[in-house]
């Protein structure tokens, strides 16, 4: 199980842990954003000043319409225990985690300030 709790502005945040070069280990605050499908993206100061290694460039779309060329960066994230290495997309937001990063996994937030934001792993039918 994963927790967290919702912001100020309503927004669902969870913690995650990065493990970057040499087992070094950095914890950032993300927010559960449903429109996005990718993983997980972290703003690209964040992503240079942790050392990720870059493998890329590809094209996204925003939630206009429009697209833009997003860098990538690769980085193990610590879920639930286990690592998973993700290409990371860097951003002009803050840290946001994806639909992706969710799959087979259930979210429930209590939508007021405060509330909890719980992502548990679904259970097989």
């Known amino acids: 199980m994963i927790s967290g709790d919702v912001s100020n502005e309503l927004e ?3 913690q995650l842990e990065l ?5 070094v280990k950095q914890a950032i605050r993300a927010v559960v954003d449903t429109g996005f499908n990718g993983y997980l993206t972290l703003p690209e100061k964040t992503a240079a000043a942790l050392g990720l290694v870059w493998i890329g460039a590809e094209e996204g779309i925003l939630a206009d319409g429009s697209t833009k060329i997003f860098q990538v960066f690769e980085a193990n994230v610590n879920w639930e225990g286990t690592l998973r290495k993700l290409a990371i997309q860097a951003s002009d937001s803050s840290p946001l985690v994806g639909m992706a990063m969710l799959e087979h996994y259930e979210l429930r937030i209590q939508v007021t300030v405060g509330g909890k934001v719980v992502v548990t792993k679904m259970q097989e039918q």
């Open 12 to 14: 669902p945040v969870i």
């Open 19 to 23: 493990e970057v070069g040499s087992g």
